[in-house]
């Protein structure tokens, strides 16, 4: 059974930070491109970040560049999301995705997601 399950979410005050963590099972995990994305409460979902399945190529948001940090461990087969320097308006539904194609920020390209872990930044 493929299965994403992330884990990390909580409530934080502005300025502090949370690591979030997507458990992979059931998959191929290195062959998978991974991507982080949220939804905030009357928002689309917006894409924060994704890394290659080698690990070597990442992208971020412009909303988190130098703020969040996306990594993964293949052999823990986990991907996370590295969160400093939280504001309010971080606050949303954080999804885990995998999928085999680059395309980085297109939802489309993800065919395996989480259920999402909150994150409340309160002011």
């Known amino acids: 059974q493929v299965q994403l399950v992330e884990s990390g979410g909580g409530v934080v005050q502005a300025g502090g930070s949370l690591r979030l963590s997507c458990a992979a099972s059931g998959l191929t995990f290195d062959r998978y491109h991974m991507g982080w994305f949220r939804q905030a409460p009357g928002k689309e979902r917006e894409y924060v970040a994704a890394?290659?399945?080698?690990?070597?190529?990442?992208d971020h948001a412009d909303s988190v560049k130098g703020r969040f940090t996306i990594s993964r461990d293949n052999a823990k087969n986990t991907v996370y999301l590295q969160m400093n320097s939280l504001k309010p308006e971080d606050t949303a539904i954080y999804y885990c995705?995998?999928?085999?194609?680059?395309?980085?920020?297109?939802?489309?390209?993800?065919?395996?997601w989480g259920q999402g872990t909150q994150v409340t930044v309160s002011s």
């Open positions: 890394i290659t399945g080698n690990t070597i190529f990442t």
């Open positions: 995705a995998g999928g085999r194609t680059w395309m980085r920020w297109d939802a489309s390209a993800y065919d395996v």
